[in-house]
């Protein structure tokens, strides 16, 4: 049997020493690395111009996207005089890494979302988003975090101006790009975008992507990825405060050295813990379906979604009268709704998603309780003009 050895020191001078069936981890670490070239395969990065590898991208794998924002938090340096920016709009797990900022004394910079009805655009307005960025650039040696959502979970907005123009004479709108300018490291949240939306890392040039697999596919759940930027990765490295797990190489004990596996940028120094490598290599399997539905998604969501807003928009309470068409709507849609009507295989919305956020209401305006719902959709029930049948 052919053994790798671990090693832990103790005060004494003594070495411990485990060990691991040398052609099992091998296998193991060859799975894991087809993995990580299909995630970034089907992200799309952009080709190296140069020897410098700082600007090419590798995948972590976390527990979620939740765990890679959190990631994120931890290691990502935020103190006085630097600035988290993030948009009103934002899923609470990049809502929560305010609290890091907070503990490091960190200016947290909110861009309003943009409520008018109809409006054009994303989650929030560009040019408000673009003035908050500058206002608050931060200053020289400070390091700041700009966290975009891809689409809302909540609203259904998609982030404006999240790709660069794809012709050079219309020069580059990409707020991603123009917060990199400025100084900002930037991070995308895309667990609801991923899965009906194709993410080129060439055309979205963010530092770290974040997204959670069962969203894309279903399945596995407990798997996500931070994929991220080489030279970024390597800042967070230096400036992580913990290590867990097999993401350590030696420790002193007691003692305060430690290395962590590998050099440079390699990701398994972040993996804490041993990652679920028996589901693993379903994502291979999962991004190749994935792929080829996509091309068909936008279209196909669409018209669902339309047509679900159409009919749950004409269900009504019955009027003072008995006149059903005067009584109030049971469904109120909250979210935004898509106002391009797409007519083709390839046509995209590049406003809005497949999410519908709505609430249900009596004949008084007062909603039901979400439970009071749940239950009635799983058991068939119906609304009538003074109760809810189940």
Not at 171 to 199: C, F
Request: aromatic share 10%.
């Amino acid at each position: 049997m052919y053994l790798v050895a671990t090693r832990q020191f103790v005060g004494n001078g003594r070495v411990w020493v485990s060990a691991l069936n040398w052609n099992s981890s091998q296998l193991l670490l060859k799975h894991v690395e087809e993995v990580r070239t299909a995630v970034l395969r089907f992200f799309n990065p952009p080709q190296p111009v140069s020897e410098d590898n700082s600007n090419e991208y590798t995948v972590v794998f976390t527990p979620n996207a939740s765990g890679a924002l959190k990631l994120m938090g931890e290691a990502y340096q935020l103190t006085r005089g630097s600035s988290f920016v993030l948009c009103e709009d934002s899923h609470n797990s990049v809502n929560g890494i305010r609290e890091f900022a907070r503990r490091g004394e960190a200016n947290v910079v909110y861009i309003p979302v943009d409520c008018q009805e109809n409006q054009e655009g994303g989650a929030f307005n560009l040019d408000e988003a673009k003035s908050a960025l500058l206002k608050n650039k931060p200053p020289q040696g400070a390091s700041s975090l700009f966290a975009l959502t891809g689409l809302s979970n909540i609203t259904n907005a998609k982030c404006t101006g999240l790709y660069t123009s794809a012709s050079p004479e219309e020069g580059d709108a990409s707020i991603v790009t123009y917060a990199r300018t400025l100084g900002y490291h930037t991070i995308l949240d895309a667990a609801a975008l991923a899965p009906t939306s194709r993410i080129s890392l060439a055309q979205i040039p963010v530092d770290a992507l974040v997204v959670s697999f069962y969203k894309m596919f279903g399945f596995p759940t407990g798997i996500g990825a931070l994929v991220v930027r080489k030279g970024f990765l390597r800042m967070l490295k230096s400036k992580r405060p913990w290590f867990a797990g097999g993401s350590v190489e030696v420790v002193q004990v007691p003692g305060w050295a430690y290395t962590m596996k590998g050099v440079g940028e390699e990701p398994e120094s972040f993996e804490d813990g041993t990652i679920n490598y028996l589901l693993l290599p379903a994502i291979t399997s999962g991004l190749r379906l994935l792929s080829m539905y996509l091309p068909y998604l936008p279209l196909r969501l669409h018209c669902l979604v339309h047509h679900l807003i159409s009919e749950i928009s004409q269900i009504r309470h019955h009027g003072g009268d008995g006149d059903m068409e005067r009584g109030l709507r049971v469904c109120q849609v909250l979210s935004r709704k898509p106002t391009k009507t797409l007519q083709s295989l390839g046509e995209t919305d590049d406003e809005t998603g497949g999410i519908i956020t709505c609430i249900f209401v009596d004949e008084a305006g007062k909603p039901f309780p979400l439970s009071f719902i749940a239950h009635s959709g799983c058991t068939g029930g119906y609304f009538s003009s003074d109760r809810m049948y189940v």
